[in-house]
């Protein structure tokens, strides 16, 4: 096999490591091709390609958050990771931990950790790699990085919610969620909710967004209906997808270019939280973005009531 094909063979691995340290989709690709560029250079052959992969994919990612974290530190309003619409990467015997890993509740829980603990935690306990290899991949010895794990785990668990894994039961919620929110039915929402659900978004102050959040089912739900009807009538459309492994949607305006998206944290049968992501920078990877202060001044006028006809 060729090193071109090795690559291509390992890229889908490579991207969901890097994504996963970073939570960002356009960093993460830019890690996998600087990999590449390193692999090509390399002078004769590793012996195995996944490990040097996979090691000069996570230092790289590493060095990239921890100049990342200061631009974050300084981000307008709250951060999410950059959308996901579908992880590349497929291992069977770990399919668990795939999906958990990469939903938007278990990315900003990684944000707690330091970027060698983030890199530690998801080489080892989402890609299932041996402490010799992530030792390897992280410059530090496997002593070290045991050390590493177990305080990840320490803070990923005082974080943790656990939210429905029944990928059945998520969908049917959503289906519901979305007739009603199309209906602009607050009752029907509303019951679909938990009581305490937040509705918040990240709009890196580049978007109009809703200030800190909504809260509270009733305010909710009054809220998403009163946004459904000015959107369908300027040519609006709500597309359910799954976000990051999680039920959500992409908004899109008559022109099908991206507003925000959606994605839903579910539990015991009631969506929990709502999380928006309106910044257009971290749209783009999805497409073409719209105007959306030029979408919401549309809606705004088209939730006037018209003027009355001259007679």
Known sequence: MSRTEEFQELRPLLFSIAYRILGSVSEAEDVVQEAWLRYDAYPGRPASAKAFLSATVSRIAIDV???????????????????????????????????????????????RLSPLERAVFVLREVFGFGFGEVAAAVGRSESACR??????????????????????????????????????????????????????????????????????????????????????????????????GQPGAIFRDRDGKIVNTLAFDILDGRIQTIRAVINPDKLRHLGPVADTWAVIREAARARRPAPPAMT
């Open 65 to 111: 958050l921890r100049s990342a974290r200061v631009r974050r530190e300084e981000y307008t309003g709250r951060w999410f990771p950059e959308p996901l619409l579908a992880d590349p990467y497929e291992d069977p015997e770990r399919s668990a931990e795939l999906a958990d890993s990469v939903s938007t509740a278990a990315l900003l829980l990684l944000e």
């Open 147 to 244: 050390q590493l794990a177990v305080r990840a785990r320490r803070h990923m668990a005082e974080g943790q919610v656990r939210f429905t894994t029944d990928r059945r039961e998520r969908e049917e919620l959503a289906g519901r969620f979305f007739h009603a929110f199309r209906e602009g039915d607050v009752d029907g929402l509303r019951a679909l909710l938990a009581a305490d659900v937040a509705m918040v978004g990240d709009s890196g102050g580049r978007a109009p967004l809703w200030g800190r959040g909504v809260f509270g089912a009733a305010e909710v739900a009054r809220t998403l209906a009163a946004i459904v009807g000015p959107f369908a009538r300027i040519g609006g459309v709500v597309e359910p997808r799954e976000i990051n």
